[in-house]
Nanobody
Framework: QVQLVESGGGLVQAGGSLRLSCAAS????????MAWYRQYPGKQRELVAS???????NYADSMKGRFTISRDNAKNTVYLQMNSLNADDTAVYYC???????????WGQGTQVTVSS
Protein backbone atom coordinates (compact mmCIF):
# COMPACT_ATOMS: atom_id res chain seq x y z
CA GLN A 1 0.00 0.00 0.00
CA VAL A 2 1.47 3.31 -1.10
CA GLN A 3 0.66 6.48 0.78
CA LEU A 4 0.64 9.86 -0.91
CA VAL A 5 1.01 13.02 1.14
CA GLU A 6 0.39 16.43 -0.39
CA SER A 7 1.80 19.68 0.95
CA GLY A 8 2.28 23.25 -0.16
CA GLY A 9 -1.28 24.47 -0.27
CA GLY A 10 -2.41 27.67 1.38
CA LEU A 11 -3.72 31.16 0.83
CA VAL A 12 -2.29 33.27 -1.98
CA GLN A 13 -3.31 36.48 -3.70
CA ALA A 14 -4.52 36.47 -7.27
CA GLY A 15 -1.58 36.52 -9.64
CA GLY A 16 0.63 34.72 -7.17
CA SER A 17 2.26 31.30 -7.24
CA LEU A 18 2.32 28.12 -5.20
CA ARG A 19 4.20 24.85 -5.52
CA LEU A 20 2.46 21.70 -4.39
CA SER A 21 4.40 18.58 -3.48
CA CYS A 22 3.26 14.98 -3.33
CA ALA A 23 5.54 12.64 -1.43
CA ALA A 24 5.03 8.92 -1.88
CA SER A 25 5.90 6.35 0.77
CA UNK A 26 7.53 4.17 -1.86
CA UNK A 27 8.91 4.31 -5.35
CA UNK A 28 6.76 6.16 -7.86
CA UNK A 29 8.42 4.27 -10.69
CA UNK A 30 5.97 1.40 -10.16
CA UNK A 31 3.18 3.67 -11.42
CA UNK A 32 2.89 4.45 -15.10
CA UNK A 33 1.37 7.86 -14.35
CA MET A 34 1.16 10.39 -11.56
CA ALA A 35 -1.38 13.17 -11.57
CA TRP A 36 -2.87 16.15 -9.84
CA TYR A 37 -6.62 16.57 -9.63
CA ARG A 38 -8.69 19.29 -8.03
CA GLN A 39 -12.16 19.36 -6.60
CA TYR A 40 -14.61 22.19 -6.02
CA PRO A 41 -17.23 21.82 -3.26
CA GLY A 42 -20.05 19.61 -4.45
CA LYS A 43 -18.31 18.81 -7.74
CA GLN A 44 -16.43 15.82 -9.10
CA ARG A 45 -12.67 15.82 -9.17
CA GLU A 46 -11.17 17.10 -12.39
CA LEU A 47 -7.79 16.41 -13.88
CA VAL A 48 -5.28 19.23 -13.59
CA ALA A 49 -2.15 17.59 -14.99
CA SER A 50 -0.49 14.22 -15.33
CA UNK A 51 3.01 12.92 -15.97
CA UNK A 52 4.12 9.48 -17.08
CA UNK A 53 7.13 7.51 -15.97
CA UNK A 54 8.81 8.60 -19.17
CA UNK A 55 8.13 12.26 -18.44
CA UNK A 56 5.31 12.92 -20.89
CA UNK A 57 2.90 15.50 -19.54
CA ASN A 58 -0.73 16.36 -20.09
CA TYR A 59 -2.64 19.41 -18.89
CA ALA A 60 -6.23 20.51 -18.72
CA ASP A 61 -6.76 23.36 -21.16
CA SER A 62 -7.29 26.01 -18.50
CA MET A 63 -3.97 25.14 -16.86
CA LYS A 64 -1.77 25.13 -19.95
CA GLY A 65 0.92 27.76 -19.71
CA ARG A 66 0.25 28.43 -16.03
CA PHE A 67 0.85 25.10 -14.30
CA THR A 68 3.82 22.75 -14.59
CA ILE A 69 3.91 19.18 -13.36
CA SER A 70 7.25 17.51 -12.67
CA ARG A 71 8.63 14.52 -10.85
CA ASP A 72 11.75 13.61 -8.93
CA ASN A 73 11.98 9.83 -8.99
CA ALA A 74 14.90 9.79 -6.55
CA LYS A 75 12.78 11.61 -3.98
CA ASN A 76 9.56 9.77 -4.88
CA THR A 77 7.92 13.15 -5.21
CA VAL A 78 5.71 14.85 -7.76
CA TYR A 79 5.32 18.61 -7.94
CA LEU A 80 2.81 21.05 -9.32
CA GLN A 81 4.08 24.56 -9.91
CA MET A 82 1.12 26.91 -10.19
CA ASN A 83 1.60 30.44 -11.51
CA SER A 84 -0.79 33.30 -12.32
CA LEU A 85 -3.33 31.93 -9.91
CA ASN A 86 -6.86 33.25 -9.97
CA ALA A 87 -9.99 32.76 -7.88
CA ASP A 88 -11.15 29.89 -10.13
CA ASP A 89 -8.12 27.90 -8.97
CA THR A 90 -9.48 27.82 -5.40
CA ALA A 91 -10.08 24.12 -4.69
CA VAL A 92 -8.76 21.08 -2.90
CA TYR A 93 -5.88 19.58 -4.85
CA TYR A 94 -5.25 15.84 -4.79
CA CYS A 95 -2.28 13.77 -5.86
CA UNK A 96 -2.95 10.42 -7.53
CA UNK A 97 -0.93 7.44 -8.69
CA UNK A 98 -2.07 5.30 -11.56
CA UNK A 99 -1.44 1.83 -12.90
CA UNK A 100 -1.88 0.90 -16.53
CA UNK A 101 -5.34 -0.50 -17.10
CA UNK A 102 -6.51 0.29 -13.58
CA UNK A 103 -6.66 4.06 -13.55
CA UNK A 104 -5.65 6.17 -10.59
CA UNK A 105 -5.83 3.80 -7.65
CA UNK A 106 -3.98 5.67 -4.92
CA TRP A 107 -4.95 9.10 -3.69
CA GLY A 108 -3.61 11.59 -1.19
CA GLN A 109 -5.71 13.34 1.42
CA GLY A 110 -5.75 16.63 -0.48
CA THR A 111 -4.42 20.11 0.17
CA GLN A 112 -6.48 23.29 0.11
CA VAL A 113 -5.52 26.10 -2.24
CA THR A 114 -7.30 29.40 -1.75
CA VAL A 115 -6.75 32.35 -4.06
CA SER A 116 -7.95 35.71 -2.83
CA SER A 117 -9.00 38.32 -5.34
Amino acid sequence: QVQLVESGGGLVQAGGSLRLSCAASGSILIFNSMAWYRQYPGKQRELVASITTGGSTNYADSMKGRFTISRDNAKNTVYLQMNSLNADDTAVYYCAAGRRGAGYVYWGQGTQVTVSS
